[in-house]
T-cell receptor, first 113, second 115 residues
């Protein structure tokens, strides 16, 4: 039973376009929401993370939007570049004392030049 | 500095054999996690260790899976009597401690194929 549902499974975007990935969760005890980026043959690497007391966090071209009441969060990749082509995973952690991450199924993003 | 390392990078085995997968965490990291990544799926938590505390084994899928961590550093994940459904990439991660906001750093994984 997957605790974090992620969509779409894959997306293709033109260079310079916006990539949007959505995630939803049920467990209201989650209180840390990271996004990981994974390139083929590599382990996932933390991209950006948000806590539920914040509705938006931006780091460079990457933005997380968080809607606590809807139990949804999303990743926006602005001005997408070919180097952004990777698989992106949303995740959630909590409550306090429970340190394992629950991951979404992943979204494969392909940026066409 | 050196990141999390895992060995072997690839392992092919026959159904019914036992396998051992190794993880070397980042030096000084007291928390260590194992996850499994099956084709087209997200990462599935298996087990984590924090210092000298009892490990959280809640994600281990069956009693064929076990893990140990020696001296608070290197960890070995053992799968006994492997089955074809065990084929996956096994990822190890470490963090400074098992704190909720502490980043988990992942290794490159071991790709296990059970024939």
């Amino acid at each position: 039973q997957q605790q974090v549902k992620q969509s779409p499974q894959s997306l293709i975007v033109q260079k310079g376009g916006i990539s949007i990935i959505n995630c939803a969760y049920e467990n209201t005890a989650f209180d840390y929401f990271p996004w990981y980026q994974q390139f083929p043959g590599k382990g996932p690497a933390l991209l950006i993370a948000i806590r539920p007391d914040v509705s938006e966090k931006k780091e460079g071209r990457f933005t997380i939007s968080f809607n606590k009441s809807a139990k949804q969060f999303s990743l926006h990749i602005m001005d997408s570049q070919p180097g952004d082509s990777a698989t992106y995973f949303c995740a959630a952690r909590g409550p306090l004392g429970d340190y394992k991450l629950s991951f979404g199924a992943g979204t494969t993003v392909t940026v066409r030049a | 500095g050196a990141g999390v390392s895992q060995s072997p990078s690839n392992k092919v085995t026959e159904k019914g054999k036992d396998v051992e997968l190794r993880c070397d965490p980042i030096s000084g990291h007291t928390a260590l996690y194992w996850y499994r990544q099956s084709l087209g799926q997200g990462l599935e938590f298996l087990i984590y260790f924090q210092g000298n505390s009892a490990p959280d084994k809640s994600g281990l899928p069956s009693d064929r899976f076990s893990a140990e961590r020696t001296g608070g550093s290197v960890s070995t994940l053992t799968i006994q009597r492997t089955q074809q459904e065990d084929s996956a990439v096994y990822l190890c991660a470490s963090s400074q401690k098992a704190a909720i906001y502490n980043e988990q750093f992942f290794g490159p994984g071991t790709r296990l194929t059970v024939l």
